[in-house]
């Protein structure tokens, strides 16, 4: 009890009343006449904790939304009077109310977020297992390191990477090489654009300066010569567009590891563009393949996947394949769920693909709802389970694997038969019966697309012996009852190839393949840095105008002054042989011509003399 508490009492208990102010004794007459409680003044602080009260009341009166429906805000009149009431209705129920009504929202708060969660409790574990089965381990991303894993740190040729001389910033993509020109801003950046039940979007944005380099890229090309190009890339050597169409020049000539180092640099070059918060390996973070700002990122990913492959770093671009889908799962623009499976199997990481097999679920809007009326994951689970019968010896688990797979062929007996044939194994007893049972184009180019992929793992004799005897067992069964054969995919775009597959077709350059692509696919031109733009395309800044401004500001002596510049331009690729290679054909989305060593005069005069010619 404090010493003002304390006189008080003493006062009051007192008949002899001790000279003091007028207020005070005014105050002391009121509360003798009221007959306070003496235990009431145990709660009753200094002045100073009287003030801060009267402060927090002010406060609240601001805020009546924290306090009880049924108390009625205090008048600015009545300030005094409920001073001079502080000490009666204080511990009393009125204070409890305050405290209620504190709880109350709180419960309030927890309702309805109960309620939210119950609405949605489908779609919360669904986010859950999908953050769970996309996100990313940083670890696996290094192609270097796991070559060393595989090969031995002795075999594999480090010496032109960056050691202790790099002036680079280490990145979680790829190993920044010394011979890469240093690293300046150019305008590319990230902004978030919304949160939304767990999931943050993101889009990249170009700068002017940024916007200016596109312009440039467009016009060079208009004008189908790699030298514009290379142009760019000697004044802004991470333009993405420009790597990236400068990386299909190389592939199809033949020189893949140009090809691959154009890509390693384009992603490079977004990974210094990533938000602070742009967390790509949480597996909870998207780009809309509609901005068209955000495609070069998808495009450098897909090729990146490609070369990992090649290189046989599947572990790598396994990671690399989940990276893709999480970017945008749901409209999956370039067909990353058709060869998911396929590189987990890659990897080796079966567990993965029986659990997404058991837990993921699309839309059912692109894809079927459940990945069992996949071709591609209706094969690879059962692959995936025998496996794992190699390790446990499990009689169970070699059932269970037996019984996926032959669920496998009664739905898709023509795969099963066409794999057959593909192993040099044909099965023609039961196949001119099957070829009657036809599936659609779109269900027949994942087929296709699946075998392409995946003979050579068919092929393993264990393997092979294990999918011919389930294959007997069922085959006689399927052809008699053909009504469990499925004609088309079980989702709303089954009668037609989508946009998104088309893309997929397109960037993995399947001559089997290409023959499945939509007339109005093939009916129009496209450029491989930006293959087939949805429809509803968006750029943040008006392009074409920029566009039309810069070649009525320049004039058609532009393209001259890059020729004359050409010849004054470093390099460490011999672009001769690239220019010979694709001018003898021309390739979607490259140019007809090719590029430069400036480090050999004579290659210089001749290649000049061509042009002049």
Known sequence: MSTRALRKLQKIQSPVSVSRSDSEEDVVEEKVVKQINPFDLLNEGNEEEEEEEESIEEIEEEKPVIKSITEKPPSKNSKKKNKKKKGKYEGTPAKKVEDISMKELDKVLKDMNKKSNANS?????????????????????????????????????????????????????????????????????????????GISYYTYKHSEHYQSIQVEFLQAITTHSPDALLFIIRRHPYH??????????????????????FIERALYSCERGFHPTFQFNSGSVRLSYQHSENRPFFLAVFRHIQFLARRGCWKTAFEFNKLLLSLDPVSDPLGALLSLDYHALSARDYEYVIKMHSTWKNDGNLYPVHLADMPNFAFSVGYAKFKLVEKSKNESVLEESNKLIKDAIKKYPLLYCRLLEKLGEPETKRLGSLMKKMPNSYLDVIQLSYIERTSEMWKQPEVLQWLKKNGDEILDDVVGHPESIQKSLLCKQKDHIPLSVSRYIVLTDVQRLMSYLPSEVTSQSYQMYDPLPPADSITSYNLMEQLQRSTSRRGP???????????????????????????QGRIPGAFPGGEEDEEDEEEDDHVQQNRDG
């Open 240 to 261: 993405i567009d420009s790597l990236v169409q400068l990386s299909e020049i190389a592939k199809h000539s033949g020189d893949w590891t140009a090809a691959g180092d």
């Open 557 to 583: 002596g532009m393209m001259n002054m890059l020729a004359n510049m050409f010849n004054d331009m470093p390099g460490n690729i011999n672009y001769e042989a690239l220019l010979n290679q694709v001018a």
């Open 121 to 197: 409790t489908a779609n919360s574990t669904s986010s859950d297992v999908c953050r769970d089965l996309l996100s990313v381990n940083y670890r696996y991303l290094d192609a270097e390191a796991e070559m060393k894993r595989l090969f031995g740190s002795h075999v594999v040729n480090t010496e032109n990477r960056v050691s202790h001389q790099r002036t680079l910033k280490k990145s979680k993509f790829t190993t920044p090489k010394s011979e890469w020109p240093p690293y300046k801003r150019n305008g590319l950046s990230m902004e978030l654009t919304e949160n939304k039940d």
